[in-house]
């Protein structure tokens, strides 16, 4: 008998902890399909990015100012504004083909800091079939005359209105740049999240030395940079029994995803392993989490989930202590 890997999360049963994260391979049918070929338990679609709003707000802007009184040669730097095609109304219709083409769950993305509009777009997406909404907390607050708590607070406002538009379950994607990440995570569920996303990666700019402008840089992830959400989870886990938690970042194996389940993970997501390997690599994870499983006498992962989270554990401490002295002496 093999282990069961079934496991819940934001109230969806699924067919295992092995889910597609937001990336380039969930924003195409095809390779959708081929990603629940391999098995793959649920997908989040690329989100919807508070820019692709502003632009379409410029769009249309810029289209009825053509219609009344822009000039000829204005009008020729603008193609004809087609609204069906604008930018947030492709991502309504991508949940909706994907709802048609796959039997697993389909989870919308939004990305939002502050009130704003979309949340319409959210229960656009939840009428188009979304099984569930991630609403993706991505920014670099730079203003320095903005507080910490000024911060969390219109995050925390992006949370409520996003809940009060949907009926459908949420989950909070975050970062880990929070001084007191417990305490905005405990915010964010009293705020009406069902589940948190641990960690989204931030990219950093490099500089480009021709140019000297900041260049867009995007790494894949390695597994070691698991070790952050790992930390937070097992954290959480106690303090937060009846919230969804799902770790992203570093999850390229079935031993990652053994350890992130063991903190008290609901599932794991991939992106960066996706795309070095393709979608099939999700039959390979899941293959060696059943290996892990099975060659341990674990029944399912409902056995696993938790087990050695901070509360569970025989030294709570270690999750908190920063370390600092025997990490460094491990290395002279
Ligand atoms: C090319 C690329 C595009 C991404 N797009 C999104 C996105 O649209 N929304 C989002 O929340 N995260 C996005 N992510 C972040 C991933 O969903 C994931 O959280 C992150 O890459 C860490 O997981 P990993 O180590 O498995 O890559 C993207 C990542 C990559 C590499």
């Given at each position: 008998m093999t282990a069961d890997l079934t496991t819940r999360y934001l109230g969806l049963e699924l067919r295992s902890p092995v889910v597609a994260s937001a990336g380039p391979l969930t924003g195409?049918?095809?390779?959708?399909?081929?990603?629940?070929?391999?098995?793959?338990?649920?997908?989040?679609?690329?989100?919807?990015?508070?820019?692709?709003?502003?632009?379409?707000a410029l769009r249309v802007h810029e289209s009825l100012e053509r219609g009344a009184n822009a000039s000829a040669e204005a009008s020729s730097y603008f193609p004809d504004a087609d609204f069906a095609e604008l930018g947030p109304e492709r991502h309504v219709r991508l949940v909706e083909r994907a709802k048609e083409r796959l039997g697993v769950p389909v989870i919308a993305s939004v990305n939002a800091t502050a009130p704003g509009?979309?949340?319409?777009?959210?229960?656009?997406?939840?009428?188009?079939?979304a099984d569930a909404i991630e609403l993706n907390l991505y920014a670099v607050p730079a203003d320095p005359s903005r507080a910490a708590a000024k911060v969390e607070e219109r995050y925390l406002d992006a949370v409520r209105q996003v809940r009060a538009a949907v009926s459908?379950?949420?989950?909070?994607?975050?970062?880990?740049?929070?001084?007191?990440?417990?305490?905005?995570a405990r915010a964010a569920v009293a705020a009406g999240a069902d589940g948190l996303v641990l960690?989204?990666?931030?990219?950093?700019?490099?500089?480009?030395?021709?140019?000297?402008?900041?260049?867009?840089?995007?790494?894949?992830?390695?597994?070691?940079?698991?070790?952050?959400?790992?930390?937070?989870?097992?954290?959480?886990?106690g303090r937060?029994?009846?919230t969804s938690l799902a770790a992203t970042s570093g999850v390229h194996n079935g031993e990652d995803a053994v350890k992130a389940l063991l903190v008290g993970a609901d599932v794991v997501m991939m992106t960066?392993?996706?795309?070095?390997?393709?979608?099939?690599?999700?039959?390979?994870?899941?293959?060696?989490?059943?290996?892990?499983?099975?060659?341990?006498?674990?029944?399912?992962?409902?056995?696993?989930?938790?087990?050695?989270?901070?509360?569970?554990?025989?030294?709570?401490?270690?999750f908190e202590r920063a370390n600092y002295i025997r990490s460094l002496a491990s290395v002279m």
């Open positions: 195409r049918l095809d390779t959708l399909a081929r990603l629940e070929d391999s098995g793959v338990a649920a997908v989040v679609l690329p989100s919807l990015f508070e820019e692709e709003l502003v632009g379409e509009s979309w949340p319409r777009y959210a229960r656009l997406m939840a009428e188009a079939g459908v379950p949420l989950a909070v994607k975050l970062s880990p740049f929070f001084t007191s990440m417990g305490h905005f960690f989204n990666r931030f990219y950093q700019p490099d500089l480009d030395l021709d140019t000297l402008q900041a260049r867009p840089t995007v790494e894949l992830s390695q597994s070691w940079e698991l070790r952050l959400p790992l930390r937070w989870i097992a954290i959480l886990r937060l029994p009846d960066s392993a996706l795309i070095r390997n393709g979608p099939s690599h999700v039959m390979v994870v899941e293959a060696q989490l059943r290996g892990w499983l099975d060659d341990r006498g674990y029944d399912s992962v409902w056995q696993l989930r938790g087990s050695a989270c901070q509360s569970a554990s025989a030294d709570p401490t270690g």
